[in-house]
């Protein structure tokens, strides 16, 4: 009998594709970045972005910090990798050596720029309509040169609220959006929203779009059914299986408590591999039998290497069977939603996480 001791992170390159055109179908007339920050949030940046760009002609990029842009370029040769942190000294060879955009969210930034200009660049501006996070304020687009202005290719924002369709914010920030714009930009093609923004409609869409979360996965629009397919699945081994007697406690600080003969499963998973803590005695993984899917409670305190979980109305559970932690139908939403917290963070723990046997698809 073969025994894993690691847990499994199955990743479907094929649906981030699906969900990427899916995507461009809902915004046809804008151009579909990919957001490839993070690593792609984890997935693999230079694998999800070289797929695209050679796969679905994806010409437009999006990354966080000059060391993910230059990490990227020999993957999309002739496209346009924006990074939304900007410039400054501890980038500024990344800027040059693959030719970057910088997305420029200050005034201090804007000066740093002037004085270390790239031939051929064209920064973008990233304006504050309403998230109060970086970019230019309304005082600080006044202060602005002719000359000034004349230094940028593109004018963004970004949403606060956009994954909730009917928040006041969203309409808020879209005026913001498009007073400044006309007031201070109108040649320049813009950009107000990421995935979230996305399904709003035409008029939040603009020139471009920011695909992320949704790309690999997650629901961004939770005010409807999901139209993204699941990119990612988790899987552990049982290591061990025991009885529980009735009055004995479980795990780290004694949380648990049987009130009954129970049976258990110690599942090679923990805080450790990027599963949330949070999830301690309120989360839960999956053993499928057939067409029939069965619930097994996790109890206790999870801990790094760990879960514990309660298998005692599972069938025929043996040691060195995979438990499904993330499936088609336990998705990160779910997780996030039972642990307090977001996919987006959960994936981003998870991929970068090197105690994965990992298995990719294309």
């Not at 230079?46 to 990354?63: D, H, I, N, P, S």
């Not at 005010?223 to 699945?233: A, L, T």
């Not at 923990?270 to 069965?294: C, H, Q, T």
Request: neutral net charge; hydrophobic residues 40%.
């Amino acid at each position: 009998m073969m025994i894993l001791t690691r847990p499994i992170l199955e990743i479907n390159f094929e649906n981030i594709l699906a969900n990427y055109k899916t995507l461009q179908k809902i915004a046809p007339k804008a151009i579909a970045a990919a957001v490839v920050k993070d690593d792609a949030y984890g997935i693999g940046a230079g694998k999800v972005a070289e797929m695209l760009y050679q796969k679905a002609g994806c010409r437009t990029f999006f990354v966080a910090h000059g060391v993910e842009g230059e990490r990227i370029r020999p993957c999309v040769p002739e496209a346009e990798i924006f990074v939304l942190q900007g410039i400054g000294e501890d980038s500024i060879e990344s800027f040059k050596k693959a030719h970057l955009i910088p997305v420029i969210g200050s005034p201090k930034m804007l000066e740093f720029w002037k004085q270390n200009k790239i031939s051929g660049i064209k920064p973008m501006i990233n304006i504050e309509t309403g998230l109060n996070r970086l970019g230019f304020r309304e005082n600080e687009l006044e202060s602005l040169s002719d000359d000034d202005r004349k230094e940028f290719g593109w004018v963004m924002s970004h949403l606060a609220c956009g994954d909730e369709k009917d928040h006041f914010m969203n309409e808020h920030q879209l005026s913001n959006f498009k007073r400044l714009k006309t007031k201070y930009f109108p040649e320049l093609p813009a950009s107000l929203s990421a995935s979230d923004g996305t399904f709003l409609g035409a008029e939040f869409q603009f020139q471009m779009v920011r695909l992320g979360a949704a790309m690999y996965g997650i629901n961004t629009a939770p005010y409807r059914e999901n139209q993204m397919q699941n990119v990612v699945k988790v899987l552990a081994p049982v290591l061990q299986i025991a009885d529980l007697p009735k009055g004995d406690f479980v795990g780290y600080s004694a949380t648990y408590r049987a009130t009954s003969q129970r049976k258990i499963a110690i599942v090679s998973i923990g805080y450790g591999d990027g599963i949330p803590r949070a999830l301690s005695n309120v989360g839960k993984v999956f053993f499928p039998r057939g067409e029939r899917l069965f619930e097994a409670r996790i109890i206790g305190r999870l801990s790094m290497d760990n879960i514990i979980c309660d298998i005692s109305d599972v069938p025929e559970v043996e040691t060195g069977e995979m438990a499904h932690i993330i499936d088609d139908f336990y998705t990160l939403d779910d997780m996030g939603r039972d642990s307090g917290t977001i996919g987006y963070e959960i994936i981003s723990r998870i991929g970068k996480n090197t105690r994965y046997i990992r298995r990719e698809k294309f």
